[in-house]
């Protein structure tokens, strides 16, 4: 009954100064709904970084230049070339595929319209490496691939911009200064991570180099392994042999990067968890900051209603009962600050994750958690005040104006 009278008072009170109250709770709301966004935007970017890499198999080594690590002085990486691509294709025992890419912006230009994308050079077995598909007409053959002629392969989102509802197989755009005649248009993949993955179109290699790039450096090689297990040992050869065509000694560190998926995903996985904890860490310094906005409030509650607590003590009530009833008042305070940041935090989420083309991923136990470190701050910090107001005389409070 005591506890049911107490909580009945202290959502008097809360209701009589509801504009207090609400700035009160202001700062709880803050700190669970942060927390909350953070963690679950955190770990649906996690998701959607490990699903992609996945989409692309475990047996996918991506060859670029410059190294991840590097800890002496900066020295410039150069890009691959042709040969360096010929060299693994011939020197390296136990690859299904090697797929050279060199990308460049470009504005294409078709009637009026023009926009803004990314070429990309690629080879034959470039849209199986990728796993992307054709949503119509087809991919170069094997003499325009030979030959550099000029044809592409749109993506959904330039197709979009330059034709809108129409056919583009057939039609000639403008990249650069290159006239180049469309033979496809790829599968729509959407955004992700906030990145339109179908902003892109595809030229052969050749084309690329001598028409757009105008060199035969290679900006990035993907190699498919054969069989899956023995991806360490085909690492560890084609490394050697960028070495030894690199010129680079015994004692220095390697101006390129051989990774495989596993490792681009764990990597990627623990700096999105490093920063989903770091950014949690920060949010929750808002719950904190919260408590002691609780405590603050609650003290200068305690004396305006002084004469109050007086009047009650002299009645007969026990400095236990004043004690619970302030200790309920501000717990009240954080409970529905923590209810509503949840749903805050919650519509934050969603919000962010949809934009980034993300999903969403809420861990149950984070809500429970930041639920539950509300009300142990209204605990925490409503107890000096509430114990301030059990321990004042009777006498010298009904004194007081």
């Not at 150069?78 to 390296?92: G, K, L, T, Y």
């Not at 330059?162 to 000639?172: E, K, V």
């Not at 004690?323 to 934050?348: D, K, N, P, R």
């Amino acid at each position: 009954m005591m506890l049911i009278e107490a909580s009945r008072l202290a959502m008097q009170a809360i209701v009589r100064n509801a504009f207090r109250s609400i700035l009160t709770v202001l700062g709880v709301v803050i700190g669970v709904a942060a927390v909350i966004a953070m963690v679950a935007i955190g770990q649906g970017t996690t998701a959607e970084v490990t699903s992609q890499v996945s989409e692309l198999g475990s047996d996918l080594l991506l060859i670029e230049p410059g190294s991840i690590v590097h800890s002496g002085p900066p020295r410039p990486a150069a890009p691959f070339s042709d040969r360096d691509v010929d060299a693994i294709r011939r020197q390296i025992t136990g690859l299904d595929t090697v797929s050279p890419l060199v990308a460049r912006s470009a504005t294409l230009i078709f009637g009026n319209r023009n926009w803004v994308s990314t070429v990309q050079g690629v080879e034959a077995p470039y849209l199986d490496v990728v796993n992307y598909s054709l949503a119509a007409g087809r991919f170069f053959q094997d003499g325009e691939l030979r030959s550099g002629l000029p044809v592409c392969v749109l993506g959904a989102t330039p197709k979009t911009e330059l034709f809108g509802n129409g056919d583009p197989i057939g039609a000639s755009i403008r990249i650069r200064q290159m006239s180049c005649r469309v033979i496809g248009v790829l599968e729509a993949k959407g955004a992700s991570l906030g990145q339109d993955r179908d902003d892109l179109v595809l030229t052969p290699l050749r084309t690329m180099q001598r028409r757009i790039a105008g060199s035969q450096d290679v900006d990035m090689i993907f190699a498919t392994v054969r069989d899956p297990a023995a991806i360490a040992r085909v690492q560890a050869d084609i490394e050697a042999l960028l070495r030894e065509r690199r010129r680079i000694g015994p004692q220095e560190e390697d101006d390129f990067d051989v990774a495989d998926m596993k490792e681009i995903a764990t990597m990627l996985g623990d700096i999105t968890t490093i920063l989903t904890g770091l950014l949690a860490a920060l949010a929750a310094i808002s719950l904190l900051v919260g408590g002691i906005g609780i405590m603050n409030i609650m003290l200068v509650s305690v004396t305006e209603r002084t004469r109050e607590i007086g009047i009650r003590l002299a009645i007969g009530a026990t400095s236990a009962q004043v004690l619970l009833q302030f200790l309920v008042e501000a717990v009240a305070l954080s409970v529905i600050g923590g209810v509503i940041g949840i749903a805050l935090g919650l519509g934050l989420a969603w919000g962010v994750t949809d934009w980034l083309g993300v999903p969403m991923v809420v861990d149950p136990r984070i809500i429970v958690l930041a639920f539950l470190f509300s009300a142990a701050v209204g605990v925490v910090f409503g107890f000096v005040p509430a114990r301030r107001a059990a321990r004042l005389d009777p006498i010298e409070a009904l004194r007081h104006e």
